[in-house]
């Protein structure tokens, strides 16, 4: 049971939005969306997370389907330095569920 | 702040060594978690603590010991280390009481080789 399921891989020219998707639809009631990202031989770090409503930080946003079984990760305009692996996360209280990631390549 | 901080950053071990990975932390967070990370895959919890004195089995303990004695510390043990535990290991804290619910911060990883 893949907990959560992303695209291995996904490209955008500099400049333009990215629009990064995750399945979820064994998702349950309690638990939230994180995503984060992950830079070569770096640990991964934290980008967003929402429970049911769309979410906006200065990083990026969530938006997250009314039935809960996807979201998508929206990053507004794409810069060299977003170019990492992005990881939809299913979290609760006590576990959490790390999908294989996408590969975002970020192009000049 | 230092954040997350681990040591070491590469370690190799021979089959049915042992060792310990060092975790701390320097954010007062009362929750810390472990974590492998095998090529190409995302993160696997192994084992979580949510304070001082307790601890509790993530997805992958098997072949993992931990304890808390304090908040700061969080030390991973491998008892006889096997070639299956070759992979990159990370070390996360959160505050409050939210758990997982929260946003974690995480150190940059030890490289475990056993051969």
């Known amino acids: 049971d893949a907990k959560t399921t992303q695209p291995n891989s996904m490209e955008s020219n500099e400049e333009e939005p990215v629009h990064l998707p995750c399945n979820h639809s064994?998702?349950?009631?309690?638990?939230?969306i994180h995503w984060y990202r992950q830079l070569p031989s770096q640990g991964p770090e934290y980008v967003i997370h929402?429970?049911?409503s769309n979410v906006n930080n200065r990083m990026a946003s969530l938006a997250i389907a009314e039935d809960r079984k996807s979201s998508t990760l929206i990053l507004h305009r794409a810069t060299l330095r977003d170019a990492a692996v992005y990881y939809c996360?299913?979290?609760?209280?006590?576990?959490?569920?790390f999908g294989t990631g996408t590969r975002l390549t970020v192009i000049p | 702040n230092a954040g997350v901080t681990q040591t070491p950053k590469f370690q190799v071990l021979k089959t049915g060594q042992s060792m310990t990975l060092q975790c701390a932390q320097d954010?007062?967070?009362?929750?810390m978690s472990w974590y492998r990370q095998d090529p190409g895959m995302g993160l696997r919890l192994i084992h979580y603590?949510?304070?001082?004195?307790?601890?509790d089995q993530g997805e992958v303990p098997n072949g993992y010991n931990v304890s808390r004695s304090t908040t700061e510390d969080f030390p991973l043990r491998l008892l006889s280390a096997a070639p299956s535990q070759t992979s990159v290991y990370f070390c996360?804290?959160?505050?409050?009481?939210?758990?997982?619910?929260?946003?974690?911060?995480f150190g940059n990883g030890t490289r475990l080789t056993v051969t």
């Open positions: 996360a804290s959160t505050r409050g009481t939210g758990g997982f619910y929260s946003p974690l911060h």
């Open positions: 064994t998702i349950s009631g309690t638990d939230y």
């Open positions: 929402g429970l049911t």
């Open positions: 996360i299913r979290t609760g209280a006590n576990n959490l569920f």
């Open positions: 954010m007062n967070h009362e929750y």
């Open positions: 603590s949510v304070g001082a004195g307790i601890t």
